[in-house]
């Protein structure tokens, strides 16, 4: 006797119809047209696209930052479609981390202290040593940012945005301001953080060689989504293709 279908696991975001509109009449820009997906627990996925493709907005949209003009968004059973501020600050707080292309760390703090302004705020978090040693920078933590190297403070960044242990991370060109010896670091550290933490991870990306390194790769382009890839094999980013 067959055993039973197993029902698909739910999403962790059900994006179908997004839209995005900024401005109106000869001035309007559709950043948005009509996106559909759906991202899973625990992927590592690769969002590439030109400059202008929609990229960041829609990043923007799953972590909260932006409400879209129409369409259905949601994070689990939350509506982030219709969520009130507050609602939209919790869950900022509580589910998502940021990695930016640009590092927001704070010039008077140490490195563990930068982290620690996380955690101080989160449920469940991991200890700022934790975090840090999960970036490989256990040697570095008392450091001040000046003190540290553009690719250390990329990934006290990762350590920051992964302290409080976050379902969701979204990371936006991490890599964008790096030379290829140290953006293979960065990587490799956000790889960890998926693999070891389960974080559903967002990268967004105009440099189709991360391709290689996702289970799922979605290639975007005039705010719509051309196709989408799995990788069954992921490559490491130290054997990436520079």
Same mark, same amino acid.
């Given at each position: 006797m067959n055993a039973p279908a197993q029902s698909p696991a739910t999403p962790v975001f059900h994006v179908r119809g997004l839209t995005k509109v900024y401005g109106a009449g000869t #001035? !309007? @820009?559709? +950043?948005?047209?009509?996106v559909d997906l759906d991202l899973n627990a625990g992927e590592l996925v690769v969002l590439l696209g030109p400059s202008g493709s929609g990229k960041t907005t829609l990043? %923007?949209?799953?972590?909260g930052l932006d409400i879209p003009?129409?369409? !259905?968004?949601?994070?689990?059973d939350l509506d982030l479609a219709h969520a009130d501020e507050a609602r939209l600050t919790r869950y900022r707080r509580e589910s998502v981390g940021f990695v930016f292309q640009f590092y927001n760390l704070i010039p008077s703090l140490t490195a563990r202290e930068n982290v620690g302004l996380i *955690? =101080?705020?989160?449920?469940?978090p991991l200890t700022p040593e934790a975090a840090l040693g999960m970036v490989g920078l256990t040697a570095r933590m $008392?450091?001040?940012?000046?003190?540290?190297?553009?690719? =250390?403070?990329?990934? @006290?960044?990762?350590?920051?945005?992964? #302290?409080?242990?976050? =379902? @969701?991370?979204?990371? $936006?060109?991490?890599?964008?301001?790096? $030379? @290829?010896? *140290?953006?293979? *670091?960065?990587? !490799?550290?956000?790889?960890?953080? %998926?693999? !070891?933490?389960?974080t559903l991870t967002v990268i967004i990306t105009?440099? +189709?060689?991360?391709? +290689?390194?996702? $289970?799922r790769v979605i290639r975007f382009s005039d705010g719509r989504v051309q196709s989408e890839l799995r990788n069954a094999n992921?490559?490491?980013?130290? *054997?990436? %293709?520079?």
């Open positions: #001035a !309007e @820009v559709r +950043a948005l047209a009509g990043l %923007n949209q799953l972590g003009t129409a369409g !259905e968004l949601r994070y689990r *955690t =101080e705020l989160a449920h469940a $008392d450091h001040f940012p000046a003190q540290l190297s553009g690719g =250390e403070q990329q990934r @006290v960044a990762i350590a920051r945005a992964i #302290a409080k242990r976050p =379902e @969701v991370l979204l990371c $936006d060109e991490p890599t964008g301001a790096l $030379d @290829v010896k *140290t953006g293979i *670091t960065v990587l !490799e550290a956000i790889r960890r953080a %998926n693999r !070891e933490l389960g105009h440099n +189709a060689v991360m391709a +290689a390194m996702a $289970d992921p490559a490491a980013p130290d *054997t990436l %293709n520079w």
